[in-house]
């Protein structure tokens, strides 16, 4: 049975999978939801690229928001990843940033008007950490959950360096691997024209839903729907 790997993104946690991990877990799964450092593009790939190298495959691999730009690069030649889904998440091309692909498919919203920068040690110039204002997390983020959860969640909240918004991808493991896409149709941090675009130009087996940006909280039975199908199809690939 496949291995299932699940990556968070920005102003977020591996909490956020809670729910969807329940789900798989009761379906015999062995999931991993490792914390995702959120220095940067090619760090961050690399340390969940070490990750992925202590498992054996099939593995799925899974990635949200930012975490799917990490998954993209992390993912790209090894040979045991059966399957890239990414859930209202950055597919990126080879040389586009994350600040970059927020704007395939039309106007990009400007995150940096509603986030809080803190310095922090050994930040380069003009680099920080970039929080979503609390004050707006609600209505940005999470706009479909309880506002107590929603609360809780801005409080919690990990910050990004600013330097992953702006570092260019690799090589993007979609073009040699499946991948699977839910576009959250009321998304306020990718706009899901880019969403569809992303999906559509990775070739990726595509849903939609109604649903803010955090929609494995919001909606985690469609969420491990879609990762079971993943699933099935990779190890029906497999056995063919």
Avoid: K
């Avoid at 690799?170 to 576009?183: C, F």
């Amino acid at each position: 049975m496949s291995t299932i790997v699940l990556v968070h993104g920005a102003f977020a946690d591996a909490s956020g999978w809670n729910d969807v991990i329940t789900r798989l877990q009761q379906d015999g799964h062995t999931v991993y939801a490792p914390a995702n450092p959120l220095r940067g593009l090619e760090s961050d790939a690399a340390y969940l690229r070490s990750f992925l190298e202590t498992l054996g495959g099939p593995v799925v691999l899974v990635g949200h928001s930012y975490g799917g730009a990490v998954i993209t690069n992390a993912a790209t030649g090894l040979d045991h990843i059966a399957a890239l889904v990414y859930i209202a998440a950055f597919a990126l091309d080879e040389g586009e940033a994350v600040g970059q692909a927020t704007g395939l498919g039309g106007e990009a919203p400007d995150l940096l008007a509603v986030t809080v920068i803190r310095p922090f040690p050994g930040a380069a110039e003009r680099d920080g950490d970039a929080y979503l204002n609390p004050e707006v997390f609600p209505q940005v983020f999470c706009q479909d959950v309880a506002p107590e959860l929603a609360a809780a969640m801005a409080a919690a909240q990990r910050p990004a360096a600013l330097a992953s918004l702006v570092q260019p991808s690799g090589p993007p493991a979609w073009r040699s691997i499946p991948s699977w896409y839910l576009v959250a149709s009321s998304d306020r941090v990718i706009p899901p024209a880019a969403e569809r675009a992303m999906a559509a130009r990775a070739g990726a087996t595509t849903v939609e839903i109604e649903s803010s940006h955090v929609a494995m909280i919001s909606h985690p039975d469609e969420v491990a729907s879609l990762i079971r199908d993943a699933v099935t199809a990779s190890e029906e690939a497999q056995v063919a």
